[in-house]
Structures are given as C-alpha cells and as structure tokens.
C-alpha cells in the first residue's frame, strides 16, 4: 500500500512541477514596446520582402511557352533528373528551337 502512495506523491508532484513551467512562458510581444530612434515612424511600418513561406501559390510566374515546349520536348525525349534539366536550360537558352 505505501507503495501505491508514494507512486501518487510523486505524480503529484512532477504534474504539479511540469504544469507550473508550461503556465509560466508568455509569448513575445508583435512589436517592441519603445520604438528606437533608428526605426521608421510608427505611422509607416517597415516593408520587407516575403519569405517563401509567405508567398502565397498565386503569386508564382506563369510558366513561358518556351520553358513549355522545352519541356514537351524533354518529354518526348523521355528525359529525367539531371538530364532533363541539362536539356531544358540548353533549350531554353536556343529559344526551344528542337535540336
């Protein structure tokens, strides 16, 4: 029986350790709360480019109809890993002129 009791005081106590440090961290604040003397006004936030994993899908180019004839060509052709990409930038490059 103690043995069941001692089991059940330190799960109880462990939880109890555990639950303290997971209620303890807070998040970061989105923006700094005294804006320093280097950075643009509050009124104008600052633009920086998108990372790849903010670019939504529709945002990426439409594929030229040369890259698309290269690569029907390259299809043809049967063509796969570094070949087919040799053979579609040599392509590209003669304006997908068949070879």
């Known amino acids: 029986m103690t043995t069941l009791t001692s089991r059940l005081l330190v799960t109880a106590a462990t939880s109890l350790m555990l639950a303290g440090s997971a209620l303890a961290q807070t998040t ?30 529709a945002a990426k180019p439409e594929r030229t109809a040369v890259s698309l004839e290269c690569s029907k060509q390259a299809d043809a052709k049967g063509l796969h890993g570094k070949e087919r990409k040799k053979f579609r930038s040599e392509c590209k490059k003669t304006a997908g002129k068949a070879n």
């Open 28 to 57: 970061t604040p989105a923006t700094p709360a005294t804006p320093s003397a280097k950075s643009a006004p509050a009124s104008a936030p600052a633009k920086t480019a998108p990372t790849k994993a903010e670019t939504p899908k």
